[in-house]
T-cell receptor, first 108, second 112 residues
Framework: GDQVEQSPSALSLHEGTGSALRCNFTTTMRAVQWFQQNSRGSLINLFYLASGTKENGRLKSTFNSKESYSTLHIRDAQLEDSGTYFCAATYGNEKITFGAGTKLTIKP | DMKVTQMPRYLIKRMGENVLLECGQDMSHETMYWYRQDPGLGLQLIYISYDVDSNSEGDIPKGYRVSRKKREHFSLILDSAKTNQTSVYFC???????????FGPGTRLLVL
């Protein structure tokens, strides 16, 4: 939606490297959720944040509601990390809006 | 094992036909959602259901209606399908509308 700007739209990484994905919000968001959509099309929950930072293995996500952005950091990328990553944010009367996604390709 | 199921997984219909997409969850989640996913648009919320017979329009409800008669089931209905409703439809559920959403595997709908 217009409220969520996700970048980059596509990203290519070599195995073992890392990078960050970002979502900028044009309105105050109450929470953000990150998903990975794998090659089969399944959506996998990664993180749900109302504020602060969460970490899980090689992934770390931060949500800064004051500055209206969220990031997803991937380190030591593996082939199975390939897929499309979406952020989804909650605002207003429980409205939920998704970013357009970042297509991540991990190369050997 | 937490699970959201969707039936059917693939469906081909002709323009003007009725379409019924079913979603089930075994987690006793109160809140359920229907989204559609189109290239370049991410996922867009069609309807949200806060509990049985407590449904609310999402961002793109036109052309769709929903039914939630049991907490574990949430149906999406297209009365007289249109070609622009060709899409991948995802159902999701969560404990409350502020909580993590769990997604089903998706239904690929083709309207000819």
């Amino acid at each position: 939606g217009d409220q969520v700007e996700q970048s980059p739209s596509a990203l290519s990484l070599h195995e073992g490297t890392g990078s960050a994905l970002r979502c900028n919000f044009t309105t105050t968001m109450r929470a953000v959720q990150w998903f990975q959509q794998n090659s089969r099309g399944s959506l996998i929950n990664l993180f749900y944040l109302a504020s602060g930072t969460k970490e899980n293995g090689r992934l770390k996500s931060t949500f800064n509601s004051k500055e209206s952005y969220s990031t997803l950091h991937i380190r030591d990328a593996q082939l199975e990390d390939s897929g499309t990553y979406f952020c989804a944010a909650t605002y207003g009367n429980e409205k939920i809006t998704f970013g357009a996604g970042t297509k991540l390709t991990i190369k050997p | 094992d937490m699970k959201v199921t969707q039936m059917p997984r693939y469906l081909i219909k002709r323009m003007g036909e009725n379409v019924l997409l079913e979603c089930g969850q075994d987690m006793s989640h109160e809140t359920m959602y229907w989204y559609r996913q189109d290239p370049g648009l991410g996922l867009q919320l069609i309807y949200i259901s806060y509990d049985v017979d407590s449904n609310s329009e999402g961002d793109i409800p036109k052309g769709y209606r929903v039914s939630r008669k049991k907490r574990e089931h949430f149906s999406l209905i297209l009365d007289s399908a249109k070609t622009n409703q060709t899409s991948v439809y995802f159902c999701a559920s969560s404990f409350g509308d502020q909580d993590t959403q769990y997604f089903g595997p998706g239904t690929r709908l083709l309207v000819l």
